[in-house]
């Protein structure tokens, strides 16, 4: 096994050697962008550690990794245009950098090439590895369609939210490990350990990204904070706090876009007051080890690859940006 810090070195050198036409520019300029803003390369550092610890030369799943990336970007530059989002990883967005249209545009472009590249070199393994990219694709599609419908409804449940994160962001976690498992040779049992490793993680992730935009440091996060309160964006936060707040703060606020300032600070206090920031962290570490037990689904796993991915999943719990 090797470490995360040379996986991600070496999907950054896939990314900087992968070829793309010159023209035209107002097309591929904003994809190289995307990708060049970097980011912790999670899913594609997935994808190269499962095959590593199932024994295939990374060099030979290096495709799918960078395909895996790929999409990832492609559903970042739409979710930007479309929650209006104006920093991604300190940058400013493609949509601000250029414009709406041009993110649209280039994204598409990004989600057919990502296809592409899964593609390539995946030999036996190829009808399997294109019927799951293909299953996530339109999964983590109609995740993003289900966060849209929630931003109309006020009866959204914390199941409803649970199921909308596997979708938009767990399953795409969970198909980069299955895809390194699967470009392996393994059986059914592995690859479906290793996908649903994935998943909880996925589903931690996502919850730890809504605990930092409320509780979190915007200069090691990335961006401002406090950006789902000012948008009523449902998170697992606002979604408990609509339910248990009964000193009639958070209907005070719903819908209200004047003074953010204050807007965030009382809210913020709200969640506070409603034990809301435990209880996520709670919930964060009870997906962490639902995601650490998995590995004790998969025959063979070496100590070494065990503690690598149960470290991988424990610093979730406590990450920063």
Same mark, same amino acid.
């Given at each position: 096994?090797?470490?995360?810090?040379?996986?991600?070195?070496?999907?950054?050198?896939?990314?900087?050697?992968?070829?793309?036409?010159?023209?035209?520019?107002?097309?591929?300029?904003?994809?190289?962008?995307?990708?060049?803003?970097?980011?912790? %390369? =999670?899913?594609?550092?997935?994808? +190269? @550690?499962? &095959?590593?610890?199932? *024994?295939?030369?990374?060099?030979?799943?290096?495709? $799918?990794?960078?395909?895996?990336?790929?999409?990832?970007?492609?559903?970042?530059?739409?979710?930007?245009?479309?929650?209006?989002?104006?920093?991604?990883?300190?940058?400013?967005?493609?949509?601000?950098?250029?414009?709406?249209?041009?993110?649209?545009?280039?994204?598409?472009?990004?989600?057919?090439?990502?296809?592409?590249?899964?593609?390539?070199?995946?030999?036996?393994?190829?009808?399997?590895?294109?019927?799951?990219?293909?299953?996530?694709?339109?999964?983590?599609?109609?995740?993003?369609?289900?966060?849209?419908?929630?931003?109309?409804?006020?009866?959204?449940?914390?199941?409803?939210?649970?199921?909308?994160? %596997? =979708?938009?962001?767990?399953?795409? +976690? @969970?198909? &980069?490990?299955?895809? *390194?498992?699967?470009?392996?040779?393994?059986?059914? $049992?592995?690859?479906?350990?290793?996908?649903?490793?994935?998943?909880?993680?996925?589903?931690?992730?996502?919850?730890?990204?809504?605990?930092?935009?409320?509780?979190?440091?915007?200069?090691?996060?990335?961006?401002?904070?406090?950006?789902?309160?000012?948008?009523?964006?449902?998170?697992?936060?606002?979604?408990?706090?609509?339910?248990?707040?009964?000193?009639?703060?958070?209907?005070?606020?719903?819908?209200?876009?004047?003074?953010?300032?204050?807007?965030?600070?009382?809210?913020?206090?709200?969640?506070?007051?409603?034990?809301?920031?435990?209880?996520?962290?709670?919930?964060?570490?009870?997906?962490?080890?639902?995601?650490?037990?998995?590995?004790?689904?998969?025959?063979?796993?070496?100590?070494?690859?065990?503690?690598?991915?149960?470290?991988?999943?424990?610093?979730?719990?406590?990450?920063?940006?």
């Amino acid at each position: 096994m090797k470490t995360t810090s040379e996986y991600q070195e070496f999907i950054e050198n896939a990314i900087a050697n992968l070829e793309l036409p010159s023209t035209p520019k107002g097309l591929y300029q904003p994809i190289l962008y995307s990708l060049e803003s970097g980011g912790k %390369r =999670l899913r594609p550092v997935l994808t +190269l @550690a499962v &095959a590593d610890a199932l *024994g295939l030369d990374i060099n030979l799943v290096v495709n $799918q990794a960078l395909g895996i990336e790929l999409f990832h970007n492609f559903t970042l530059l739409h979710d930007d245009v479309m929650d209006n989002s104006e920093v991604r990883r300190g940058r400013p967005t493609v949509h601000c950098r250029w414009n709406a249209r041009t993110a649209i545009l280039s994204g598409d472009a990004m989600s057919i090439i990502a296809g592409q590249v899964m593609a390539r070199g995946a030999g036996k393994s190829l009808d399997k590895i294109l019927e799951l990219f293909n299953k996530t694709a339109i999964e983590v599609i109609e995740g993003q369609q289900y966060d849209m419908d929630f931003e109309h409804r006020k009866d959204v449940t914390e199941d409803d939210y649970i199921e909308m994160v %596997r =979708l938009k962001t767990a399953v795409l +976690l @969970a198909c &980069a490990c299955k895809t *390194g498992a699967l470009m392996a040779g393994a059986d059914a $049992q592995v690859a479906d350990a290793f996908y649903d490793y994935g998943e909880k993680l996925g589903l931690a992730f996502q919850l730890r990204d809504d605990y930092l935009d409320t509780f979190g440091d915007p200069a090691i996060f990335g961006k401002a904070i406090g950006g789902d309160i000012t948008s009523d964006k449902k998170t697992w936060l606002l979604i408990n706090a609509i339910r248990d707040d009964k000193t009639g703060t958070i209907d005070k606020w719903l819908g209200v876009n004047a003074r953010p300032a204050d807007k965030v600070q009382e809210v913020t206090d709200c969640y506070r007051i409603l034990n809301l920031d435990t209880r996520c962290s709670q919930l964060i570490d009870s997906y962490i080890e639902q995601a650490i037990n998995q590995l004790n689904n998969i025959p063979g796993l070496s100590e070494e690859a065990r503690e690598y991915f149960t470290k991988l999943a424990d610093r979730s719990r406590t990450r920063s940006n």
